[in-house]
Structure formats: C-alpha cells, structure tokens
C-alpha cells in the first residue's frame, strides 16, 4: 500500500538528454510538490501544483517542466540535462497547503 | 528568506540515552513545523507537525516543542534506540503570501545510536 510512489527509483542518463521522473499518490490529496535533496543532502522544493493548478515554482530552470494530469499524478520532465541535475527528487503530497506532507521513496539521477 | 538552522549536525550516543535535537528559524511568521526522518537512500518520514498555535505535540518516545516567538523547536527522544539512527530534518511551512504552504528545510541532524 504505497502512498506516494515514484518511479524509476534509478536514472543514470548522459548530458543532453531528456528524461521523465513520475510521481503518484494514492492519498487522495490534491496538493503534490516536487523536492530536490543535493550532495549535501539540502532538500529544496521545487514546484507545488494544487488541483493541477501550478502554485509554487522556485528559481528553477526552464528545462524542467512539471506536468499533473490528474490530481494523483506529478510528472517531471527534464530537458537538456547537465551535471549539476544529478540529485535525489522527491515527490511529496498534502491535503491542503498547510497540512502534513507525504514523501515518496526518491529517484536518484545521475547525469554522466 | 526563511533561514532554518539544525543544531548539532551530527550527535552520537549510547542506546539508552535521552536527547534533545534543536532547530531554529530566523522568520517566525509560520505556519506550522514538521519535524521527518530520512533512512540512508530512503525517502523522508514524516514524525510530528506543530502547528504554529501549539506549544507541543507527542508521539510515542518523541516529543516536539515549539516557541514561535524565538524561533525555535527541539525535537526530544527519550530512551534512545538503534533503530533511531537515522537523520532528523526540520522543515517550517510559511504562513501565507504566494508561496503559501512551502516548506523550508533545515540541513539535518545525523543521529547514530550505539548498543
């Protein structure tokens, strides 16, 4: 019974390509965010969508681009990757804004 | 910008032990705190979250406090088990404007627990 899931939990991809992360949850929240956690393990959110509505976009290249077909999915999709993509993503979801977040398991990307 | 701060960054102790991890945060308009855990190569745990009007909450062996004035929040664990190895994050969520709900994560307490 998996609440926030993620996959894949792996991607190891060279520079320039574009790749995809997805993100479900099964909590029937409507709010989701992705995170990114780095070298130094700093967790930094990155967007928030409410209702499929896009509510929080922190300093964050254009190459990404969240998309949320439904309440219960967050993709991220990732063009032209670099060196400096390579991190942890989280994905997380919430009932509300102010209410407890849910994080799901991680995708660690590497870039080579 | 909201600045959380976790203090120590890493805190060895023998099993058994009663220890207090503190977090600090420079702009005390929140509205609440949620304290996780992160397992190595694992996802983040939540364990309690305070709401700004609250003084503390209690889960179990740990017990969270906060002091929204000061800017301030402790996370205590009482009886310390291996199992409780792992790293403790702090995370405060902003109290409206348009960034309304983010959480902002302080750098983490590495917790390892002997036998």
């Known amino acids: 019974d998996t609440a926030v899931s993620q996959t894949p939990k792996y991607l190891v991809t060279q520079m320039g390509n574009d790749k995809s992360i997805k993100c479900e949850q099964n909590l029937g929240h409507d709010t989701m965010y992705w995170y990114k956690q780095d070298s130094k393990k700093f967790l930094k959110i990155m967007f928030s969508?409410?209702?499929?509505?896009?509510?929080i976009n922190e300093t964050v290249p254009n190459r990404f681009s969240p998309k949320s077909p439904d309440k219960a999915h967050l993709n991220l999709h990732i063009n032209s990757l670099e060196l400096g993509d390579s991190a942890v993503y989280f994905c997380?979801?919430?009932?509300?804004?102010?209410?407890?977040?849910?994080f799901g398991p991680g995708t660690r990307l590497t870039v080579t | 910008k909201q600045e959380v701060t976790q203090i120590p960054a890493a805190l060895s102790v023998p099993e058994g032990e009663n220890l207090v991890l503190n977090c600090s945060f420079t702009?005390?308009?929140?509205?609440?705190l949620q304290w996780f855990r992160q397992d190595p190569g694992k996802g983040l745990t939540s364990l309690l979250l305070?709401?700004?009007?609250?003084r503390e909450q209690t889960s179990g062996r740990l017990n969270a406090s906060l002091d929204k004035s000061s800017g301030r929040s402790t996370l205590y664990i009482a009886a310390s088990q291996p199992g409780d190895s792992a790293t403790y994050l702090c995370?405060?969520?902003?109290?409206?404007?348009?960034?309304?709900?983010?959480?902002?994560f302080g750098q983490g307490t590495i917790l390892t627990v002997h036998p």
């Open positions: 969508y409410n209702n499929k509505e896009l509510i």
């Open positions: 702009d005390s308009a929140i509205y609440n």
């Open positions: 997380a979801s919430s009932q509300g804004y102010g209410s407890e977040q849910y």
């Open positions: 305070i709401q700004s009007s609250q």
């Open positions: 995370a405060v969520r902003r109290a409206g404007g348009t960034s309304y709900g983010k959480l902002t």
